[in-house]
């Protein structure tokens, strides 16, 4: 329920990339599949990336396109976009 909370929040606020990065992946199945379930694609993995339980651990990446994702203009209207533009001096 949280994360679909925080998708949403994040729709709502116009942010158009979200990213996951769940450690342990190729034993957190539980995750990557509920993140897939929501619309998450694959879009990376960090191969022994963390030590846990006396083994290395994989990182996966996951990425879910919101509000057109990367097709169309940046909406300037968006806070992320105008604090973007104001650390570029566009502002």
Do not use: Y
């Not at 191969?47 to 097709?71: E, P, Y």
């Amino acid at each position: 329920m949280l994360l679909t909370e925080l998708i949403a929040g994040c729709e709502a606020m116009g942010l158009r990339q979200m990213l996951a990065v769940i450690g342990d992946g190729a034993v957190n199945q539980a995750s990557v599949k509920r993140h897939t379930a929501l619309g998450f694609a694959p879009s990376g993995w960090i191969i022994g990336s963390g030590f846990k339980h006396g083994r290395w651990c994989d990182t996966v990446l996951m990425q879910l396109a919101m509000n057109g994702g990367a097709d169309g203009a940046p909406d300037p209207h968006v806070r992320a976009e105008q604090r973007f533009r104001a650390a570029r001096g566009e502002g």
